[in-house]
């Protein structure tokens, strides 16, 4: 935020601006707070300069704090938008905008357009009381903008004198934009024309589920066809987003098993290659040892080659032990055919365990190749069981929507008629009562005038009766002090008489007039006042036709309540028969599982007799070894009886040599 503020302050200085203090102030307070607050930038009923509006958009431009930038009842001019717009063209951050009562016309318009091309963050723009169809040519490149924008999901255009021409323009743009969730278009004048072109639009635009448009003289028909479009956009978002979750539910699941019977294959591979491993160092021991025994033959027939040389030199002198020789020479063939046929017999069981080895792997591949094409196979049911299952939901939720909808339409209209009535009953209450408060404020003027000319004339009355008194008076009091002058008073009385008749007539004319001026108005006051009496009588008749309009309403409602009812039962027994079907298909898969579970079952069964079968391999080598072993002791002890043989042998030779020699010796002296 201190960023913020202080790059704001360094752009005034190098455009030669004065900082304005309400932005200072706004952001130096927006430092001290804390939480959502600090995250919106609120200007709003604060008069901002153009040179300032410029400062704040090249700072939006690369800002990163503000979510949420509020310039509300600010009176910006042309010049102060188009900065703006150009800095949030290429904000990346910010996701609210509100330019609410700032009288946008003109190149303000054609600059927020651009800005709606460029940016890729706001979602929602409030635009309400402004100017944006004054000019058809700079509407209709905030439209273009528009229909080129793909993250805007709100915009605000109320009060903004939008006629038919750019109602029209902002439909063409709504069929290019699949972005846009609401639009409020109250109180504009789109018109008839306006309204079929939304209409229009809402055939091929499937992403608007809100659209307002009170006030703008739409005929009650296309409205209503909008809203059925608007509700359907609606209902089919809410349902893609609900396959959308499912899919993704079971694609997880999907490569949950996956991963799991990838799992339990690698470990069979593993373990047949353990196993595989195991048969091969077995065999290179088993090699080994035959290398070996082979070795100790060959090493045993060049001793007893030598020992038959040994036994054919001295064959000429040792006739006994030639024949002993013999004798042992047989017996080392005897003893070598056996060793030979012992081999013999070793190579044939080992190649007979080779073979059973090989049938068994081949056994055991194939019974596993059949339990993979078994578990395919159920994985295909099980794949069609869930899309049968998914089709039957689809059908439920079909139903389910019809219904809302058709509880939907039924509110709708009950609510539309309730405000109607309620509308006339509060204008036939106003009527009557301006028609008596007229009639009371009539009633009391004339009172108050009549009044005024009854005191009047009581005051002229009661100062000519006292006039008339002090003449008397004076007449006595004439006649009284000087009856000399009775014929003057007498003449002067008469005229006075005359002059006061006169009078007296004038004024009872003047009063005559008034009165009949009063009974003029009288008798037009009584009629005003029998017109509207005409009036309340013409608005009770109507009252009352609304009355039973709206009964007729009230019964066409319970007739339309019995029909739901019906409808309600019929989607029971439909449910039910889904809810009987779906219960067929969960036993089926029940049946799929205990299938797998009885393969699995049969797979460690083989599990188990490969390992069976490989213990017994090892007990059977271990047999072989022991009689190796045993006939390398055989073996051993034969050397051992062959070498006392020959140095028997040897000590005979050197016995029947020194017999020979003493008999030599002896042989000669007689």
């Not at 201190?2 to 932005?23: A, M």
């Not at 004798?327 to 012992?342: F, P, R, S, W």
Request: proline residues 1%; charged residues 35%.
């Amino acid at each position: 935020m201190d960023e913020f503020r202080l790059t704001y302050v360094r752009l005034c200085k190098e455009n030669h601006t004065e900082p304005q203090d309400v932005v200072v102030e706004k952001l130096k307070s927006l430092e001290q707070t804390g939480g959502k607050g600090r995250t919106t930038l609120d200007l709003s009923t604060h008069s901002l300069s153009p040179k300032t509006c410029a400062v704040l958009g090249k700072v939006l431009a690369t800002d990163r704090n503000f979510t949420e930038v509020k310039f509300a009842d600010c009176m910006l001019s042309d010049d102060a938008v188009k900065s703006l717009a150009q800095g949030l063209a290429y904000n990346g951050f910010c996701k609210k905008l509100d330019l609410k009562g700032n009288n946008i016309r003109g190149s303000g318009v054609e600059a927020l357009g651009k800005m709606l091309q460029h940016n890729k963050s706001l979602i929602s723009i409030c635009l309400e009381w402004n100017a944006l169809g004054m000019l058809e040519t700079s509407f209709a490149t905030f439209c273009d903008g528009l229909g080129a924008n793909s993250v805007l999901q709100a915009l605000d255009l109320r009060n903004n004198q939008i006629n038919h021409e750019g109602g029209e323009e902002l439909a063409t743009a709504l069929k290019r934009n699949t972005c846009l969730r609401a639009l409020d278009l109250r109180w504009n004048n789109i018109g008839l024309l306006g309204g079929r072109a939304f209409l229009e639009m809402l055939k091929s635009n499937k992403s608007l589920s809100r659209l307002e448009l009170a006030g703008n003289n739409v005929p009650s028909d296309i409205t209503k066809s909008i809203e059925t479009a608007i509700d359907n956009n609606a209902e089919r978002q809410i349902l893609s987003m609900e396959h959308q979750k499912r899919t993704h539910t079971l694609s997880q699941h999907i490569k949950s098993v996956e991963k799991e019977r990838s799992v339990q294959l690698s470990e069979l591979m593993n373990e047949i290659d353990h196993k595989e491993e195991l048969l091969r160092k077995t065999k290179r021991t088993s090699s080994h040892h035959i290398g070996q025994l082979q070795e100790a033959l060959e090493d045993r027939k060049g001793a007893f080659n030598s020992l038959a040389a040994k036994l054919s030199m001295t064959e000429s002198e040792l006739v006994l032990a030639e024949q002993k020789a013999n004798d042992y020479g047989a017996i080392v063939n005897h003893l070598k055919q056996e060793m030979t046929d012992a081999a013999l017999i070793h190579q044939n069981e080992l190649r007979k365990e080779k073979e059973d080895r090989a049938q068994v792997e081949m056994r055991y591949l194939k019974e596993v190749s059949d339990l993979e094409e078994k578990l395919l196979l159920s994985q295909n049911k099980v794949e069609d069981l869930d899309r049968k299952c998914r089709q039957q939901q689809e059908q439920i939720f079909e139903l389910k929507e019809y219904v809302a909808h058709f509880q939907a339409e039924l509110k709708l209209k009950g609510a539309q008629f309730e405000e109607r009535l309620q509308a006339e009953r509060q204008h036939h209450k106003e009527i009557q009562r301006d028609l008596e408060t007229a009639r009371s404020k009539d009633i009391a003027h004339v009172k108050q005038e009549a009044e005024d000319v009854e005191r009047s004339l009581r005051d002229r009355i009661q100062k000519m009766e006292s006039h008339r008194l002090e003449l008397e008076e004076e007449i006595s009091r004439l006649k009284s002090n000087n009856m000399a002058d009775k014929l003057l008073a007498e003449e002067q009385l008469q005229s006075a008489k005359q002059r006061i008749r006169a009078e007296e007539e004038q004024r009872h004319r003047q009063l005559e007039e008034k009165v009949r001026v009063l009974q003029t108005t009288k008798d037009e006051l009584q009629s005003h006042c029998n017109q509207q009496a005409a009036l309340v009588s013409e608005l009770q008749s109507r009252n009352s036709g609304l009355t039973l309009e709206v009964e007729n309403l009230k019964r066409r409602l319970e007739e339309m309540g019995h029909e739901l009812a019906d409808k309600n039962n019929y989607t029971m027994a439909e449910v039910g028969k889904v809810k009987i079907e779906l219960n067929q298909v969960v036993n089926k898969l029940e049946s799929e599982r205990s299938l797998n579970a009885e393969l699995r079952e049969k797979l460690s069964q083989v599990d188990r007799e490969l390992s069976d079968q490989l213990l017994r391999y090892r007990q059977a080598m271990e047999e072989k070894d022991r009689e190796l072993v045993m006939v390398q002791e055989k073996l051993r002890a034969r050397e051992l009886e062959m070498q006392r043989q020959r140095e028997e042998e040897v000590q005979r030779a050197q016995l029947l040599q020194s017999a020979m020699m003493s008999y030599i010796t002896r042989s000669p002296t007689k």
